[in-house]
């Protein structure tokens, strides 16, 4: 739900100011939350604390966001032969 809530919140914005949404760019925007997500999840099938659950989820979305970020990494482009 928060990785649908946050793309979809960031493309409305982006429709708004009338810019191309950062869901169609290539930069690690939506993938990041679901790696987030999906960490949450595996996590929550061990022992651990679920508070710390939640806390090691939310690291790597900002991390890898951040890592994007500052490495100015993306996500491959695909071209269509034509």
């Not at 100011?17 to 595996?42: F, H, K, M, Q």
């Not at 989820?57 to 890592?67: D, P, T």
Request: avoid cysteine.
């Amino acid at each position: 739900m928060a990785t649908i809530t946050g793309t979809v919140g960031g493309l409305i914005r982006d429709v708004l100011s009338n810019e191309i949404p950062l869901i169609l760019r290539r930069d690690i925007y939506a993938t990041a939350a679901l790696v987030g997500a999906t960490i949450y999840l595996l996590l929550q099938l061990s022992t651990l604390e679920p508070t710390l659950n939640i806390v090691l989820g939310m690291l790597v979305v900002i991390v890898l966001r951040f890592a994007a970020i500052q490495w100015n990494l993306h996500l491959p482009r695909f071209k269509l032969e034509e």
